[in-house]
């Protein structure tokens, strides 16, 4: 016989611990949905991810400083090819007078050739390949169809080059806009960032790499006499790697204290290879504008200690910034957004390798 009785019910002291745990349970999960998108950055956290930012800001920098590079080699190489292009077709057009010419004379006499004439009137090109009617022409009339077939072939050629390079501008031109949009990006969210914080909290950080500069001016300015900071490893030489290094990185030190401007050649501001590029050329010596192409300008000097003053320094695993060895273990930079030329400690990057100009 199948039995009536009534599950046994829950008492309720265990009814009351769950719920108290369930209410619990869910008052922590709303408190840390609700924390989690309203607490605020540290001034510490905010500031390694605007070090970041301003980091991929200038790795898009001087992706922007190549395709600029490139743009503007590229239009010198299209102009220099259209000049090309129009002198050539004046030689043309005068090679084509000039078998006018014997034509015009023939004329006169009765005797125009017959395959002069239908030249005059269609491509050379066809008739040239032709033993027939090469036979038929004298030998100062082959001579001139020649020079033209050879100058109509030369400046389809360059039209062709000219083409494709205008090709090539069109699409390093897109390629320039996108990375300024990237890095006006970039910069923008650092701003952000920044505004974040409290004028207190902002100015803190201002005296901190206030301080970090000074004290890095300062172990630079102790190469001249020869003396090492206290507790810094002097590093590399303190004398120059030759006349025009000592004479690109003089021109720097009168840029101290320039503003850093992403894409800036000087002479009032700078960005990293902006500096260094201007520099080597106050002293007569042209360096590429892109601090991935000055690492290969001259000589790598992969040991720090064999550095010396107006080397190149090379940072980072993608080459994208560069400065000039001051000695002492300090670098000439300009180091990024919101601040100014100046002395840093080398390392304070992961350096690469020194190049010798």
Known sequence: MASHRRPKQPSRTRVTVLTTVAAAAVALSAQAANAAPNAKPTKDEVKSKVDKLYEDAEKATEKYNGAKEKQEKLEKQISTLQDTVARGQEDLNKLREGIGTMASA???????????????????????????????????????????????????????????????????????????????????????????????????LKKEEDRASRASERSALNTSTGTA???????????????RAAAAFAAAQTKIGSPYVWGATGPSSFDCSGLTSWAYAQAGVTISRQSQAQANDGTRIYSASQLQVGDLVIFYGDQHHVGLYAGNGQVLHAPRTGTVVRYESINNMPFQFGVRI
């Open 229 to 243: 900071s206290t507790g810094t490893a002097p590093t590399g030489s303190s004398k120059p790697a030759s006349g």
């Open 106 to 204: 023939q004329y006169r006499t009765g005797s125009i050739d017959p395959s002069l004439q239908l030249f005059l009137s269609a491509n050379p090109d066809d008739f040239l390949d032709q033993a027939s009617t090469l036979d038929q022409l004298s030998g100062q009339q082959v001579e001139a169809l020649k020079k033209i077939q050879e100058k109509q072939r030369e400046l389809a050629q360059q039209r062709k080059e000219a083409s494709d390079k205008l090709k090539d501008l069109s699409t390093t031109r897109t390629e320039l806009g996108k990375k300024k949009k990237e890095v006006q990006g970039k910069l923008g969210e650092a701003q952000r960032l920044l505004n974040s914080l409290t004028a207190q909290e902002r100015a803190a």
